[in-house]
Structures are given as C-alpha cells and as structure tokens.
C-alpha cells in the first residue's frame, strides 16, 4: 500500500475506523472488526477493498467466541468484485483472509 492510499484513508476513515485498519506492508492490510455490527463492517471493509487499488491480502479479524455474526458475513454473504479468493486462517478461526485482485 502506498503512501497515496495511506493519505486517502485518513481522509475517508474516522479515527475510530482508523485505529481498526493495520497496514503490514504494501499488499498486507489487517482489519479488526471486533464491537461492530454487521453493517458497519461491511460498509469498512467494502471501503478498505476499494481504496487500496493494488492487489492485496485483507485478513478479517472478526472473532468467534462472542457469536458467529460477522464471520458469517464476511464468509457467506460478503462480496466485492475483487475479492478473488477466500480462506480461513488455519489455527485462528477468528480470521479470514480475503485475496483481493488489483482494480483495474
């Protein structure tokens, strides 16, 4: 992720959803959905798929232990154009990782 899409989030996002958003490096980007409800994470995690242009891997912290809400979101009724694949992260079923394809 460059620097460019770095400066569009802090514009779009609030600080909240800011604080939620953890860059890794240029193709890795972390959301932590914990405490949001169903349409509040779609809406940030719609957002974040479309404001990093370059293709990327998204991980999902979406949780478990307090309810399977937002993890059936993201893994059954969750989609974007550029979502190109889906996996859960093996040992942690509080994550999902989204493959997601550069826009075009």
Do not use: W, Y
Request: aromatic share 4%.
């Amino acid at each position: 992720m460059n620097e460019k899409t770095m400066s569009m989030f802090k514009i779009i996002f609030g600080n909240d959803d800011l604080q939620r958003i953890n860059v890794i490096s240029n193709n890795e980007v972390s959301v932590d959905l914990h405490g949001l409800g169903t349409r509040a994470s779609l809406t940030l995690v719609n957002n974040v798929i479309n404001l990093n242009r370059g293709k990327c891997e998204l991980s999902i912290i979406h949780g478990f232990h307090h309810g399977t809400a937002l993890k059936d979101m993201i893994n059954r009724r969750f989609t974007n154009h550029r979502i190109i694949g889906m996996k859960p992260v093996e040992g942690n079923p509080g994550v999902t990782v989204l493959e997601c394809a550069a826009a075009n």
